[in-house]
């Protein structure tokens, strides 16, 4: 399956994606993960990227759609992808349709996670990321490790990005308004949208998320229950 998960910063994109992609055997590609191991690393990408991302503003589409196009003509994304983050406003979106369409190929389903703005900055002020696998994602209340400052998954530290300060989140939720929410009308017109609430536990979303694209619900274990 080819998979678009759509939503405002914090309303749990990656958590859920990373339960999806697991679930259908597919790739997971996140452009946040993606610049974040770039600036990382310190390429000249990832020194580009810092300085959009660190405001809350998007990278320059030239640059995020290249890392796009490299990133599905990798033969791993055969079996199918979920996207998480990307596209982000109408030329994204165009520019992915072209790349679909050279493959000859196309999406299956866009998920649209609706979240009231206050709970976006409730999980965002709380949430924090394992350093070595920015996949392992925690929340200081909701979701916090088993032992303090080590992920349960790796023992990595647990860091907070620093894109997650609240100024920062509200100009990102305000790009979000204004960018990202037409790339879902974009994807209406063709019917591909469900829209799903994002709002209570884990794995109710991730239920809702599975149901819209037609699988059974997974029980807290990741084993199919349908
Ligand atoms: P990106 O990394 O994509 O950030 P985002 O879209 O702002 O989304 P977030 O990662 O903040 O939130 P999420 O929805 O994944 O929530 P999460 O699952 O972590 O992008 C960062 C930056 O990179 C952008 O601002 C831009 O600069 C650049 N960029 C990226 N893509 C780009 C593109 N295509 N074009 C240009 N620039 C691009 O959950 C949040 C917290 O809530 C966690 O602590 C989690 O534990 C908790 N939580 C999750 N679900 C629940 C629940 N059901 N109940 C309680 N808590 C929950």
């Known amino acids: 399956m080819r998979i678009l998960l759509i939503g405002p910063p914090g309303a749990g994109k990656g958590t859920q994606a990373v339960r999806l992609a697991t679930h259908l055997s597919i790739q997971h590609i996140s452009t946040g993960n993606l610049f974040r191991?770039?600036?990382?690393?310190?390429?000249?990408?990832?020194?580009?990227?810092h300085t959009y991302v660190r405001a809350g503003l998007l990278a320059p589409d030239e640059v995020t759609i290249e890392v796009i196009r490299q990133r599905l003509a990798r033969p791993d994304t055969v079996r199918g992808f979920l996207l998480?983050?990307?596209?982000r406003n109408l030329a994204q979106a165009e520019a992915l349709d072209g790349i679909l369409a050279d493959s000859k190929s196309r999406l299956d389903a866009v998920l649209n996670l609706e979240i009231p703005e206050a709970q976006?900055?409730?999980r965002i002020a709380g949430r924090r990321l394992c350093r070595q696998d920015r996949e392992h994602i925690f929340h200081v209340?909701?979701?916090?490790?088993?032992?303090?400052g080590a992920c349960d998954i790796c023992g990595g530290e647990p860091y907070q990005r620093d894109d997650d300060r609240e100024t920062t989140v509200r100009k990102r939720l305000e790009v979000h308004r204004s960018e990202t929410a037409p790339v879902v009308d974009h994807y209406q017109a063709r019917g591909l949208v469900t829209t799903i609430s994002a709002?209570?536990?884990v794995q109710e979303v991730l239920d809702r998320a599975l149901a819209a694209i037609?699988?059974?619900q997974v029980d807290a274990s990741g084993a199919s229950s349908c």
């Open 120 to 122: 976006v900055v409730r």
């Open 141 to 148: 209340h909701y979701n916090p490790p088993e032992v303090d």
């Open 37 to 49: 191991e770039h600036i990382d690393q310190g390429t000249d990408l990832g020194q580009n990227a």
């Open 84 to 87: 998480d983050g990307f596209p």
């Open 214 to 216: 037609g699988h059974g």
């Open 199 to 201: 709002l209570g536990q």
